[in-house]
């Protein structure tokens, strides 16, 4: 991860859905869950902003929501770009190269696993195995699955995706 920090930008009409999540669940027990996910839905992601609105709004403490947060895998702290990249490093992967593919993403679009591109375009996470053994090494982009990857095949892959926004 770099230090670049994405400033969070939320609407009012956000904020507005965030409370009626809140509100729907907050005397339910359990009801931390659906409102991160909820959260999440609404922001894409959850910053310490976001974090600190569902703990006032469920009036527990901004620790325990951050150590939900930060334990399930399903939760981001960085926004994800519209175009999700997912290279596989499980085991088949890579003994398969998956890592090299990795590196490739990340020097194309000048990010690291983790990161989004500042034009909110692409954002590159590192998964475990996606089970497609098979097609090792493995890339996905949202739910596009591309097996048996290489590095050279990598920039042809991405620019699909920039072409579609052109």
Known sequence: MSDKKTPFSGSPEQEKKLMKVI??????????????????EIYGYLPLEVQKMVAMGLGISLSEVYGVVTFYSQFSLEPKGKFKVSVCL???????????????????????AGECTENGLFSIDATRCVGACGLAPVMLVNEDVYGKVTTEEVAGILKKYTDMEA
């Open 90 to 112: 499980g085991t088949a992967c890579y003994v398969k190269g998956a890592d090299k593919v990795l590196e490739e993403v990340e020097n194309i679009l000048e990010i690291k």
């Open 23 to 40: 509100e729907d669940h907050k005397d339910q027990r359990g009801g931390l869950m659906p409102v991160l996910q909820g959260a999440q």
